[in-house]
């Protein structure tokens, strides 16, 4: 059955009653050559299980499945179970979760649904939840070897921005921390039904496990991060006395460390100069 084909997908959804929730960012992929694209560049291969996160009608799921020796996918919408039951009629090596991703216990389901094979995680993700996905994805030092992602173009950047300059955010120091991110392709937004209001990349972030450099407190170091980040306007000794409560002198002492005036901002600091600054904190509390 062709899932790309625009009859097809409306006489499934039809036959199931479906009709898309813009709570769930639901938006199906109608292009044959994108989801194929995503599976040869996310590790879908001999030898890997694939994690995926929302599978629409199966699109991508099936393509993955032709190619990893197994695909485990968390779907948060029970309406799409029938319907998959029906789409992935074909594939034996398909399991489908129907949790949410921010819920469920992510080292259980990769402990216990690919026993002997490499981990990936491939999705086409919901634009609402792109970031907290991927630092969920990230923090939990899951044993995954790539995380490969259709998110909004605009996130795409930010992923894929290096840290210190002005396109970096909190989600871009977290990526950079754990791994590389590389933009992959562009999508734009005709290639979906219903058609979003942006146009799409795709991603792939190479997760390093043993990151080159290292905090002595890692959580300390991204409430740091996120705090900084969340004011972002704000120089960062504003931000992150009005956030966590912190004395100007000791930020300020901080920044001196590293050669950067009390005026600063946290977008100014590379990967560096924030894991020195927040250290630098972290004594003299």
């Known amino acids: ?21 813009k709570g769930l960012g639901q938006n199906f992929i109608i292009n044959p050559e994108i989801c194929p694209k995503i599976a040869e560049n996310g590790n879908a291969r001999a030898g890997f299980g694939i994690l995926e996160i929302g599978t629409g009608i199966g699109v991508l799921t099936a393509e993955l499945a032709k190619r990893a020796d197994k695909v485990t996918a968390i ?34 389901i990769i402990q216990n649904e690919f026993v002997g094979l490499n981990v990936a995680v491939c999705a086409n993700l919901p634009y609402y939840i792109t970031s907290p996905v991927i630092m969920l994805l990230l923090e939990s030092h899951l044993p995954i ?7 909004q173009k605009e996130a795409a950047q930010r992923l894929c921005a290096k840290v210190g300059t002005r396109e970096s955010g909190a989600i871009t120091v977290g990526v950079n921390y754990f791994g590389t991110a590389k933009n992959l392709f562009n999508v734009s937004r005709g290639n979906f039904m219903p058609s979003p209001n942006v146009d799409s990349s795709v991603i792939r972030i190479d997760v390093n496990h043993n990151p080159r450099l290292n905090p002595e407190d890692e959580k300390f170091f991204f409430s740091i991060v996120k705090s900084g980040f969340s004011q972002r306007r704000k120089t960062v000794a504003n931000a992150l006395s009005s956030q966590m409560g912190i004395d100007k002198q000791i ?24 894991i020195q600054f927040s250290q630098n904190i972290k004594e003299k509390l």
């Open 1 to 21: 059955m062709n899932l790309t084909n625009i009859g097809n997908i409306k006489d499934i959804l039809s036959r199931h009653g479906f009709s898309f929730s």
């Open 251 to 274: 930020i300020y002492n901080a920044l001196a460390v590293i050669n950067l005036p009390e005026t600063a901002r946290i977008e100014q600091l590379n990967m560096e100069q924030l």
């Open 75 to 108: 779907e948060i919408d029970s309406r799409l179970l029938p319907i998959l039951d029906e789409t992935l009629a074909e594939f034996k090596n398909i399991k489908i979760i129907n949790e949410d991703i921010m819920k469920c216990d992510l080292q259980k």
């Open 145 to 151: 070897e790539s995380i490969t992602v259709m998110v």
